[in-house]
């Protein structure tokens, strides 16, 4: 089970952190991936983690530079640093894990979080 929160109204160039919260002991074994959804849109990738061992990471072309994905596998925990916010980043942000590769595409994730909505005022 994934728990997400964090999210809230932040004023365009602020930051944000959203945390997303895993049960179970088997957290190090999953990829981790952070979608979200704009209203209107589809579900986008916007960033991901590998197991850990190596920590790679991927991010989406939009939010590279300014996000950051980080996870700590004591806590089962990831997190998702957002700076210089910018309107378009409004949407719902959910974090997903990935029994296999922290992958970018939505439909190779195994489990979703509830979702935690962020929005970015101009």
């Known amino acids: 089970q994934l728990q997400a929160c964090g999210g809230g109204l932040v004023q365009a160039g602020g930051s944000l952190r959203l945390s997303c919260a895993a049960s179970?002991?088997?957290?190090?074994?999953?990829?981790m991936g952070w979608f979200r959804e704009a209203q209107g849109k589809e579900r986008e990738f916007v960033a991901a983690i590998s197991r850990s061992g190596g920590g790679a990471t991927y991010y989406a072309d939009s939010v590279k530079g300014r996000f950051t994905v980080s996870r700590d596998n004591a806590k089962n925990t990831v997190y998702l640093q957002m700076n210089s916010l910018k309107p378009e980043d409004t949407a719902v942000y959910y974090c997903a894990a990935d029994l296999m590769v922290a992958s970018t595409v939505a439909r190779a994730y195994d489990y979703w979080g509830q979702g935690t909505e962020v929005t970015v005022s101009s």
């Open positions: 179970g002991d088997t957290f190090s074994r999953y990829g």
